[in-house]
């Protein structure tokens, strides 16, 4: 495969990558529909209410189970008109064939009385709150949430395979982090994984994954890392977002998992995320290497 010449940038802060035509509504691509739920009574999290959305291709088949893949900060990442327009890729992917029929689950983190939810830079000042209690913990409470109430519900509702290299997890920033965690907890279900700019800096206690993948026998995962040059603190000795993807990426390496990083310019936004996003479930799914 030959890949175009193209001139890195020089200024490595102030770069915005072009959609490519997957992120965009094209002509003769069925629409999907997209349907909003409320959930105000969790166990795992109690007191809090967040709403998700699924999000069912043209090519769903009530009698034939789908594929799932999950992206945390729902709306954030549904949104048409912002940057990651997933619902926009997996209509140009299903219908392209690139991708089996898929189910997406969106699902915005909780909010409460004190902390608003949204996406990164939602809610208290920081963004912190309840967003990073669920998303940024080295623990199971989200994987408990998602597999014990959110997708139970989905359930009642659309048929979904259980077969766990069908279902994939996506986040970016702190979403990024979770999506990582739950497929690390929960590989039985979780092991297509999608994480751009991760939050592992900020995780509570500290970056454990470099230290655990070079320990822990190899779990059933492919793994897509995305990591941004200009990220948060990328010059800086402590809580280098930059310098921590980096070493989960090394240690991916030397354990030998299925896995892939991309590394691009530009500051901690999701501009390149979204760009990457039709590539990135392309390579998820792609068919078994050959040999």
């Known amino acids: 495969m030959q890949v175009p010449f193209r001139h890195l940038p ?28 409320d959930w105000a009574d969790s166990a795992v999290y109690p007191g809090t209410a967040r709403k998700f959305w699924v999000h069912l291709p043209a090519q769903y088949d009530p009698s034939r189970p789908a594929a799932l893949l ?3 900060d729902g709306w954030w990442n549904l949104d048409p008109a912002g940057e990651v327009r997933a619902a926009l890729v997996l209509d140009n992917l299903i219908h392209k064939d690139d991708l089996p029929p898929m189910v997406g689950l969106f699902v915005d983190p909780g909010s409460t009385p004190d902390f608003a ?3 990164p830079g939602a809610g208290d000042s920081g963004g912190r709150g309840q967003r990073n209690v669920e998303y940024d913990a080295f623990d199971d409470r ?22 766990p ?19 690390w907890l929960r590989p039985d279900r979780f092991r297509r994984v999608l994480c751009c700019l991760s939050s592992f800096a900020q995780m509570p206690g500290g970056n454990p ?13 492919r793994i897509f890392l995305q990591a941004g040059h200009r990220d948060i603190n990328w010059n800086e000795p402590e809580h280098n977002w ?20 991309v590394l691009g310019d530009g500051g901690h936004n999701p501009n390149h995320p979204g760009v990457l996003l039709p590539d990135a479930l392309r390579w998820l799914w792609r068919p078994p290497d050959p040999g």
């Open 10 to 37: 020089v200024d490595q802060s102030d770069v915005r990558y072009l959609h490519g035509p997957d992120s965009l509504r094209l002509p003769g691509v069925p629409a999907g529909r997209t349907i909003e739920f």
């Open 70 to 72: 999950v992206f945390q």
């Open 117 to 119: 939810g949204g996406g």
């Open 142 to 163: 989200y994987a408990n949430l998602l597999l014990g109430e959110i997708i139970p519900q989905v359930r009642q509702h659309f048929l979904i395979t259980d077969d």
């Open 165 to 183: 290299d069908q279902w994939g997890i996506c986040g970016i920033s702190s979403g990024g982090n979770c999506a990582f965690t739950v497929a």
């Open 209 to 221: 994954y470099p230290e655990l993948l070079g320990s822990t026998p190899g779990k059933s995962l």
């Open 242 to 261: 930059l310098a921590s993807n980096l070493r989960v990426a090394a240690a991916l390496t030397q354990a030998g998992y299925d896995f892939r990083l």
